[in-house]
């Protein structure tokens, strides 16, 4: 079965320090994998996506993410934090059976301190 | 102009009552879904329609009916109102692309039953 563990609940970082949230996925099929952001009262929006082209992959805001096949891992990362980087963040995995299915992660909470 | 829109936004009801809510999608995506964003923002798929025919349905209760008239639109019906049912209901669109299968999220409606 398919599924996608985001370690850590929450994280909180300084402002201008490096953003690290965890994510690991299991899938018995090449995945898709993905970074969605939610911010307060609002829907998901994609931050990256990883669909077997380049294993690091860049997205907007600065974030990037890496897969890597062998640790079964697709963290997302952030060189310096910004106060408006705050926000909810999951990871998911989309596949297609028939139709795409997307199982998302429990999520990170990302507080952003100044 | 809103990409995926889902009225109403807020919805506070008595159990046992019965509630709609409305989603369009103007990307011209072949797929909608909904998925339900529970208090501890746990994100569960409910149901995926694919041009207007039901791919997935995730083990929900009957008392939830999804009715999508056009693959613009997808409508969710909540019959005999539990307060379990309280969460946020997203609904989404997308592509159906083997390369992608990227979720466009609507702002998501908040139910709160009573």
């Known amino acids: 079965a398919q599924s996608v563990t985001q370690l850590g609940s929450h994280v909180s970082v300084s402002e201008g320090a490096l953003v690290l949230l965890r994510c690991n996925y299991s899938s018995s099929v090449p995945p898709y994998l993905f970074w969605y952001v939610q911010y307060p009262n609002q829907g998901l929006q994609l931050l990256l996506k990883y669909t077997s082209a380049a294993t690091l992959v860049k997205g907007i805001n600065g974030f990037e993410a890496e897969f890597k096949k062998s640790e079964t891992s697709f963290h997302l990362t952030k060189p310096s934090a910004h106060m408006s980087d705050a926000a909810e963040y999951f990871c998911a995995v989309t596949l297609n059976t028939g139709g795409f299915k997307t199982i998302f992660g429990a999520g990170t909470r990302l507080f952003v301190k100044a | 102009d809103t990409a995926v829109s889902q009225t109403p936004k807020y919805l506070v009801t008595q159990m046992g009552n019965d509630k709609s809510i409305k989603c369009e999608q103007n990307l011209g995506h072949d797929t909608m879904y909904w998925y339900k964003q529970d208090s501890k923002k746990f994100l569960k798929i409910m149901f995926s329609y694919n041009n207007k025919e039901l791919i997935i349905n995730e083990t929900v209760p009957n008392r939830f009916s999804p009715k999508s008239p056009d693959k613009a639109h997808l409508n969710l019906h909540i019959n005999s109102l539990e307060l379990g049912d309280s969460a946020v209901y997203f609904c989404?669109?997308?592509?159906?692309?083997?390369?992608?299968?990227?979720?466009?999220f609507g702002e998501g409606s908040r139910l709160t039953v009573l």
């Open positions: 989404a669109s997308s592509q159906g692309s083997l390369t992608t299968g990227e979720l466009f």
